[in-house]
């Protein structure tokens, strides 16, 4: 019999085909919202907290703390209640209020601070301190580990092994770094394409960060190519999967979309995966599907 945790990855691979605008290029999307907590997240919430407990770095009465802008503070209160862990999860109030909810359904404390930014400063000072225990995705392995253990190796094994290019939305970087070091190990000619904002775009899940607050798990070498998407582009791919493909996701995965279909254009041939981070139905109290 299954547990919860035993439902994380093996995530449907998917193919596209009225949005796709090369015939000879095949395009799949990953659908990580079909993760029982609702995005991709689940996997590195996963491998950071049971890693760390594996290690004994977390101590009976620790209280975990992070900081997130939504999907990884879902999925670390699934799992930290799995595991009878408290958390408080620190996010930026212009959050979607069904994050917040889903949160807190969890029995997670929830902190709203001004930015991403002043909550990973936050977060990072309270970590300092007697009790609590600081996930710190932004510069834990565990968080790309995951990747390298999972989300890789479905995506060689769906595509067997025919993958060319895999496209993933820049945020942590925990996916893109993850599945690029698994990918590139099966074949160092698969291409890895990231996708970042825009200098005046705003896209939940897509960042481009200031220096100081780069993650320190990004290595640019594992990337060939930097894509940059803008948030007209990307709402108008998350409203077109839905109502082209049937395909209900965010809008950091209809950025990813954008960049793939992009890519699509350029190519001659070629096998294009790109991940689609969570669900629709996170944003129904936006205006993305207005």
């Not at 590195?44 to 049971?50: C, D, E, P, V």
């Not at 900081?67 to 959050?95: C, F, H, K, Q, W």
């Not at 580990?145 to 989300?151: E, G, I, M, R």
């Not at 990307?234 to 890519?263: D, I, Y």
Request: glycine share 8%; proline share 5%; hydrophobic share 35%.
């Amino acid at each position: 019999m299954q547990t919860l945790i035993d439902c994380v990855g093996n995530t449907p691979l998917v193919e596209l085909t009225k949005l796709n605008p090369n015939p000879r290029v095949r395009l799949y999307v990953k659908l990580e919202g079909n993760n029982p907590g609702g995005s991709v997240k689940d996997r590195a919430a996963l491998n950071m907290i049971r890693s760390a407990m594996e290690r004994g770095d977390i101590k009976p009465g620790m209280q975990l703390i992070e900081a997130t802008s939504g999907n990884t503070g879902i999925a670390l209160a699934m799992i930290a209640r799995i595991y009878d862990l408290d958390i408080e999860l620190v996010m930026p109030s212009n959050s979607t209020r069904e994050r917040t909810l889903t949160m807190e359904a969890f029995g997670a404390k929830v902190t709203l601070l001004e930015s991403i930014e002043a909550c990973r400063d936050y977060a990072e000072e309270k970590g300092q301190q007697s009790g609590y225990f600081l996930l710190n995705q932004f510069a834990n392995p565990d968080n790309y580990l995951a990747h390298y253990k999972t989300t890789g190796p479905e995506i060689w094994r769906d595509t067997q092994g025919q993958i060319t290019h895999f496209v993933s939305a820049m945020g942590t970087t925990g996916s893109i770094m993850g599945n690029s070091m698994y990918l590139k190990e099966q074949n160092p000619d698969i291409q890895i394409v990231g996708c970042q904002p825009t200098e005046e775009s705003s896209i939940p899940g897509i960042r481009r960060w200031p220096m100081e607050y780069l993650p320190k798990i990004y290595d640019p070498q594992r990337v060939d190519r930097v894509m940059d998407v803008s948030q007209t582009e990307a709402v108008e791919m998350t409203r077109q999967l839905a109502r082209t493909e049937g395909v209900f996701v965010g809008m950091s995965s209809g950025g990813a979309m954008a960049c793939a279909t992009r890519l699509a254009t350029e190519l001659d041939e070629g096998v294009i995966v790109f991940i689609a981070c969570d669900r629709g139905d996170r944003y129904l109290s936006s205006d993305l599907f207005g």
